[in-house]
T-cell receptor
Framework: NAGVTQTPKFQVLKTGQSMTLQCAQDMNHEYMSWYRQDPGMGLRLIHY???????DQGEVPNGYNVSRSTTEDFPLRLLSAAPSQTSVYFCASSTPGQNEKLFFGSGTQLSVL | GNSVTQMEGPVTLSEEAFLTINCTYTATGYPSLFWYVQYPGEGLQLLLK?????DKGSNKGFEATYRKETTSFHLEKGSVQVSDSAVYFCALGPRVKGYSTLTFGKGTMLLVSP
């Protein structure tokens, strides 16, 4: 009963490095999304996908890329990490019939030095 | 645009105390309203929801009523437990077919002591 799985749980990067945050769900959900959580800011949507091959930008997309080649996976790529990207990142999935009921992963805590 | 305003925390209570966490919203149209809860080290999970005016959402002893006239959706619980210590997020989303994004408040931390 895995649900939404995110890896890694913790990551430290140097400015300019690239990395990919992984997200996988086993509930056959069509919708997937990435959020960042910053102190005093709540959750902000980075990118989302309504199905394999379809992605779109959220509120704060700059500096991040996504792709959705399968229903299960929705990786988030940081091309050139910046200290402003230090945050906790959450992946979430949902179904078209109940797209407001988001199922969240346990998060990735990222520090960019 | 849409926005959600929550009371700032932390809210510190003793076990069995009454809880209220205030939430007000600004939105176009008639959104659905939600409360999500985040326990330490975990992702958010849906606690309760209400989809139209005067609806009351309830779950695990928590309640919230959709008040259109005051644009509010305050979270209440009659007797909190230590296990309720978490961060609570109020959110709203448009009622549309297909994908819709949720607008979250900044979250309110609740700390319950024995």
């Amino acid at each position: 009963n895995a649900g939404v799985t995110q890896t890694p749980k913790f990551q430290v990067l140097k400015t300019g490095q690239s990395m990919t945050l992984q997200c996988a769900q086993d509930m056959n959900h069509e919708y997937m999304s990435w959020y960042r959580q910053d102190p005093g800011m709540g959750l902000r949507l980075i990118h989302y996908s309504v199905g394999a091959g379809i992605t779109d930008q959220g509120e704060v997309p700059n500096g991040y890329n996504v792709s959705r080649s399968t229903t299960e996976d929705f990786p988030l790529r940081l091309l050139s990490a910046a200290p402003s990207q230090t945050s906790v990142y959450f992946c979430a999935s949902s179904t078209p019939g109940q797209n407001e009921k988001l199922f969240f992963g346990s998060g990735t805590q990222l520090s960019v030095l | 645009g849409n926005s959600v305003t929550q009371m700032e925390g932390p809210v510190t209570l003793s076990e069995e105390a009454f809880l209220t966490i205030n939430c007000t919203y600004t939105a176009t149209g008639y959104p659905s309203l939600f409360w999500y809860v985040q326990y330490p080290g975990e992702g958010l999970q849906l606690l309760l929801k209400a989809t139209k005016a005067d609806d009351k959402g309830s779950n695990k002893g928590f309640e919230a009523t959709y008040r259109k006239e005051t644009t509010s959706f305050h979270l209440e619980k009659g007797s909190v437990q230590v296990s309720d210590s978490a961060v609570y997020f109020c959110a709203l989303g448009p009622r549309v077919k297909g994908y819709s994004t949720l607008t979250f408040g900044k979250g309110t931390m609740l700390l319950v002591s024995p």
